[in-house]
T-cell receptor, first 113, second 115 residues
């Protein structure tokens, strides 16, 4: 069974602070995705990183895929209250038919004024 | 487009009762999935379907059955509910595309409590 561990599990910071969330696995994935989930809603895809070492930026969010394609990080610069939510990483594995997502344990972020 | 919809939004069952959760998507996606989400465990795949009339087991299929009689609908059934099935259930769909960059679209979830 593939496992994805995220750290930290919970994070409470003030507006304007920077933070990094980590996603680690012993398995290699074809690609890795990051989702954000708000209360009462389903996860929404933020980004997919495909190549080992790849870095993608989405405004104040920076995503990095590890060189060995086993781990990833999400860095948020100058966090805002609108960044509050549950952040999930998901490793993509290709089976014989559909792609499968293995989700991480999640990081719950709260940004206060 | 409504995207992915799920009914019902909430349900309380007694142990041993049965129910069916309905997922519908209007994006003409081939692939559909059922996940459950429990605190501290992320989302776990229950069953999935790669097309109309086909289903396959995911990571935690025991106690659940699924059917995909129409391309746009994916049903999740609990024949005899157990307290361990208390969870939030999410349906997702994705189009056939480069499997490395697959995109999954999630529904809003169904919160199920089994007493």
């Amino acid at each position: 069974t593939q496992l994805l561990e995220q750290s930290p599990q919970f994070l409470s910071i003030q507006e304007g602070e920077n933070l990094t969330v980590y996603c680690n696995s012993s398995s290699v994935f074809s690609s890795l995705q990051w989702y954000r989930q708000e209360p009462g809603e389903g996860p929404v895809l933020l980004v997919t990183v495909v190549t080992g070492g790849e870095v993608k930026k989405l405004k104040r969010l920076t995503f990095q895929f590890g060189d060995a394609r086993k781990d990833s990080s999400l860095h948020i610069t100058a966090a805002q209250p609108g960044d509050t939510g549950l952040y999930l990483c998901a490793g993509v594995s290709n089976t014989g038919t559909a792609s499968k997502l293995t989700f991480g344990t999640g990081t719950r972020l709260q940004v206060t004024l | 487009n409504a995207g992915v919809t799920q009914t019902p939004k909430f349900r309380v069952l007694k142990t041993g009762q049965s129910m069916t959760l309905l997922c519908a998507q209007d994006m003409n996606h081939e692939y559909m999935y059922w996940y459950r989400q429990d605190p501290g465990m992320g989302l776990r795949l229950i069953h999935y379907s790669v097309g109309e009339g086909t289903t396959a087991k995911g990571e935690v299929p025991d106690g659940y059955n699924v059917s995909r009689l129409k391309k746009q609908n994916f049903l999740l059934g609990l024949e005899s509910a157990a307290p361990s099935q208390t969870s939030v259930y999410f349906c997702a769909s994705s189009p056939i595309r480069d499997r490395v960059s697959t995109i999954s679209y999630f529904g809003p979830g169904t919160r199920l409590t089994v007493t």
